[in-house]
């Protein structure tokens, strides 16, 4: 079992839609959870990241942590084409961080 | 001024050769990371150093051989290459603990 755990996708929504990816991991003894943005042909960027559980705001961003049943979320409103990338989950453990397979979104204009 | 930089950004080779890959970083930053991103997305892992000591060797064949002259640069050595190496490789670096890494725009290589 992979220690972060992501649907592939591609998820393919219209713009302006509410878009939510998710992830789920296998220990509960993470605690830094992280969401990366990449790309097509670049390197991933940090969007996010959230210690523990409950939940962060960054404009139109909301990540969520439910440490009782280990999952990650990140919600997008009002998605915009510009929003079209993989979306990367990662949890840290010691001197690593751990990263999902990554979902491919694709907002359509 | 680019903070990750790496090249080559795209390599082709034939198997069994050898080729290295070059990372840099003007951050400031004292942990650099490799990690090889495959066709299925998946990033995994490779190396980590932190002042230019080996702090993360993970699972990767001996042909994979990290270099750090200094804490601002990392380079990656491969012996013998083979079809499955073919992938992008990223590089990035990070203040020590630090959950935010910054990435170079990767190094795709393809092996025929």
């Known amino acids: 079992q992979k220690e972060v755990e992501q649907d592939p996708g591609p998820l393919s929504v219209p713009e302006g839609a509410i878009v939510s990816l998710n992830c789920t991991y296998s220990?509960?003894?993470?605690?830094?959870f992280m969401w990366y943005r990449q790309y097509s042909r670049k390197g991933p960027e940090l969007l996010m990241y959230?210690?523990?559980?409950g939940n962060k705001e960054d404009g139109r961003f909301t990540a969520q942590v439910d440490k009782s049943s280990k999952y990650i979320s990140l919600f997008i409103r009002d998605s915009q084409p510009s929003d079209s990338a993989t979306y990367l989950c990662?949890?840290?453990?010691?001197?690593?961080?751990?990263f999902g397979a990554g979902t491919i979104l694709r907002v359509k204009s | 001024d680019t903070a990750v930089s790496q090249t080559p950004k795209y390599l082709v080779t034939q198997m069994g050769n050898d080729k290295s890959i070059k990372c840099e970083q003007n951050?400031?930053?004292?942990?650099m990371y490799w990690y090889k991103q495959d066709s299925k997305k998946f990033l995994k892992i490779m190396f980590s150093?932190?002042?230019?000591?080996?702090?993360i060797n993970e699972t990767v064949p001996n042909r994979f051989s990290p270099k750090s002259p200094d804490k601002a640069h990392l380079n990656l050595h491969i012996n013998s290459l083979e079809l499955g190496d073919s992938a992008v490789y990223f590089c990035?670096?990070?203040?020590?603990?630090?959950?935010?890494?910054?990435f170079g725009a990767g190094s795709r290589l393809t092996v025929l």
């Open positions: 990035a670096s990070s203040q020590t603990g630090a959950n935010v890494l910054t």
């Open positions: 220990n509960s003894a993470f605690q830094y």
């Open positions: 959230t210690y523990s559980s």
């Open positions: 990662a949890r840290r453990g010691g001197n690593k961080l751990v």
């Open positions: 951050l400031g930053h004292d942990t």
């Open positions: 150093y932190n002042n230019k000591e080996l702090i």
